[in-house]
């Protein structure tokens, strides 16, 4: 069988990038290990995406933003970090008027049925579940993969979207720099009594973290990081004991919290390949870099580097130039990985700051918090970044 894309993983990475390749003339192959039903009919799983405008802006671009239910769309209009019970407080939101929001939440499930939703309609783009990539050999002139059921591809280029433990990624031989924080994050949804204005709040207390994603109405997704031995206790908790702790943590500030989602939990790894391609090969999404979840960046990133490959493709293609030929491989490597090892390397230090107790470590965060609060660059910088509102000309992209 030949098509001339192939790619691992119909995850949101993979899904997106087959949506970027819809009105190209190329064959494209979307191969998923799961079963169909999970794709097409994603359930809930706990994660509250925090989207950039960048990424909107992309989701629209490949007609998927207006197939989800905008009913479930949360903007993001402020950000309040604390620092324990110190009055310790950064504050992130916008400052120019005609912007809306920092950003906006999107279940994770809605995502993926919207994007599964484009990809479905298209007639370039044939989906196969319930198989699995057991290897890819790329060479030079083309690539093979080869499937569970033993069947085998030809194509011109393989993109691997199979998450950040990608198997893919290992045989084809690319190394990656894994760091476990030996850390559980357990998310669930919880309605309360007041409103939470649209404000984030993320709180590093000492031994837990706890962060507040506002929802729609009066329902916000609780994000809780616990070290691992203590991860089972927590989602053994009994609800009412669940939701008194979770009241108590803030203060009641919001009224009465009452869980009505199931609690899901995630073990904390963040992963950077060391390169995202080989000989017609590509990686994308998780499997180029797994962001920790604090600062929300796993899928943007995903997002934004499936962009900028599908743009060089689709400008080769044009061109009748060979859409898997080197040159383009590294000139997305290039355009993408500069800022993921910013961003793998500042989340990872902004979590190791904020996550060790040592008295000495708990002063330094003081400090760093004033800084950025009371040195308007720091803010500028970040909020620039979310909302994209201005090209600003301090970051490199
Ligand atoms: C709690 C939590 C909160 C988050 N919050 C945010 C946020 O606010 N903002 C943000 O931008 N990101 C966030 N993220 C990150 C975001 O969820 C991920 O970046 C995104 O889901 C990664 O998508 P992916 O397609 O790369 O990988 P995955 O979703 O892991 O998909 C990989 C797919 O590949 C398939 N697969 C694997 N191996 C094979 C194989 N050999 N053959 C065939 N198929 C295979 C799998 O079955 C799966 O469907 C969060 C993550 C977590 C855990």
Not at 194 to 223: K, R, W
């Amino acid at each position: 069988m030949k098509y001339d894309i192939v790619i691992i993983g119909a995850g949101p990475a993979g899904l997106s990038f087959a949506s970027s390749m819809i009105d190209l003339d190329v064959k494209v192959l979307v191969i998923e290990k799961s079963s169909i039903d999970s794709i097409s009919n994603p359930q809930g799983d706990g994660r509250e995406i925090a989207l950039t405008h960048l990424s909107v802006k992309i989701l629209k671009k490949l007609n998927v933003w207006g197939l989800i239910n905008q009913a479930e769309v949360s903007p993001l209009k402020e950000a309040k970090v604390f620092d324990g019970d110190s009055p310790s407080l950064l504050n992130f939101k916008s400052d120019d008027s005609s912007i809306e929001a920092l950003g906006y939440l999107v279940p994770n499930y809605q995502i993926r049925k919207a994007l599964y939703e484009r990809v479905s309609q298209a007639k370039n783009i044939t989906l196969m579940t319930d198989v699995m990539v057991e290897d890819v050999n790329p060479s030079e002139r083309s690539s093979q993969v080869l499937l569970s059921d033993n069947q085998k591809i030809e194509t011109k280029l393989v993109i691997a979207a199979d998450s950040r433990f990608s198997s893919i990624r290992r045989k084809v031989g690319i190394p990656s720099l894994m760091k476990d924080f030996s850390k559980v994050m357990i998310v669930t949804k919880m309605e309360h009594e007041y409103s939470h204005h649209n404000i984030a709040l993320e709180c590093f207390d000492y031994g837990q973290t706890l962060a507040l994603l506002p929802m729609v109405g009066n329902a916000s997704s609780i994000v809780l990081t616990v070290t691992t031995d203590k991860a089972q206790a927590m989602l053994d908790m009994p609800e009412v004991e669940f939701n008194a702790k979770i009241t108590q943590s803030f203060k009641s500030e919001l009224g009465k919290m009452t869980q009505s989602g199931q609690r899901h939990s995630y073990p904390l790894v963040a992963v950077h390949a060391q390169t995202f391609i080989a000989n017609r090969f590509a990686l994308i999404g998780d499997a180029a870099v797994g962001m920790h979840p604090v600062t929300a960046h796993g899928f943007n990133l995903g997002l934004r580097g499936q962009d900028i490959l599908a743009t060089l493709i689709k400008e080769a293609h044009h061109h009748g130039q060979d859409i898997g030929s080197k040159s383009l491989l590294k000139l997305f490597e290039k355009k993408h990985i500069n800022l993921t090892r910013i961003m793998f390397f500042g989340t990872n230090g902004i979590v190791a700051l904020f996550t060790n107790d040592a008295p000495y470590i708990k002063q330094i965060r003081k400090l760093a918090l004033k800084f950025a609060e009371n040195f308007p660059p720091v803010k500028y910088l970040i909020t620039h970044h979310l909302t994209e509102a201005k090209k600003n000309r301090f970051l490199p992209f």
